[in-house]
Nanobody
């Protein structure tokens, strides 16, 4: 089992950047696939980005963040990152990281068994 803790959220102006971190406990984290999801007020949780266990080229991004967000991982540090550039007010949401133990990258929230508590990102116009 793995426990996830997100950090790095905050308030930023439109056009700015933030880097979110998802720190995991557990010796086998390097074998887990990880996804980032977000939930805006009054809306459903939606997919943002995902990375497979090796951090290879099979990463996925929502169309709304392609070219602006980058997901990466450092398995030595048991951490997955979400670099967010050119932020827009519509990126405002609580961001969650999630992990699966089959190691793949998936856009489907149901494929993830482990979830963090979330970190708030607010982008002002």
């Amino acid at each position: 089992q793995v426990q996830l803790v997100e950090s790095g959220g905050g308030l930023v102006q439109a056009g700015g950047s933030l880097r979110l971190s998802c720190a995991a406990s557990g010796r086998t984290f390097s074998t887990y696939g990880v996804g980032w999801f977000r939930q805006a007020p009054g809306k459903e949780r939606v997919f943002v980005a995902a990375i497979n266990w090796s951090g290879g080229t099979t990463n996925y991004y929502a169309d709304s963040v392609k070219g602006r967000f980058t997901i990466s991982r450092d398995n030595a540090k048991n951490t997955v990152y979400l670099q967010m550039n050119s932020l827009k007010p519509e990126d405002t949401a609580v961001y969650y990281c999630a992990a699966n133990d089959f190691g793949g990258a998936s856009y489907r929230s149901g494929m993830y068994a482990y979830w963090g508590q979330g970190t708030q990102v607010t982008v002002s116009s």
